[in-house]
């Protein structure tokens, strides 16, 4: 993601050692790894949300369409009409 090498991690931690200082760093460290978690929960949490706002008017319209096609099928064997449905809902005579 940033493209960084073993070099540069260590120089990037060597100077945050020096402004936050040893005794400091294990809190730094964990606040550090809370607030990681919290932000990868809360991405989690939107994606998720994304796809079941996305899914939900596909699976609904898929549904409508099958009962339609229901429907259809039922009046064809009680012969109270021969019109089929296409794909895209519209009925054919």
Do not use: C, W, Y
């Not at 607030?35 to 706002?53: A, L, P």
């Not at 319209?61 to 039922?74: N, V």
């Not at 064997?77 to 005579?93: A, I």
């Amino acid at each position: 993601m940033f493209n960084i090498g073993g070099g540069e991690l260590l120089v990037i931690f060597l100077v945050i050692l020096i402004f936050i200082g040893p005794t400091k760093l294990p809190e730094v460290a964990r606040a550090m790894g809370k607030i990681t978690s919290s932000v990868r929960q809360m991405s989690t949490s939107f994606q998720d949300e994304m796809k079941r706002s996305f899914e939900e008017p596909i699976e609904e319209l898929a549904r409508e369409k099958g009962r339609a096609l229901i429907e259809i099928a039922d009046k064809d064997k009680n012969g109270e009409s021969t019109n089929t449905v296409n794909l895209d809902g519209n009925e054919n005579k």
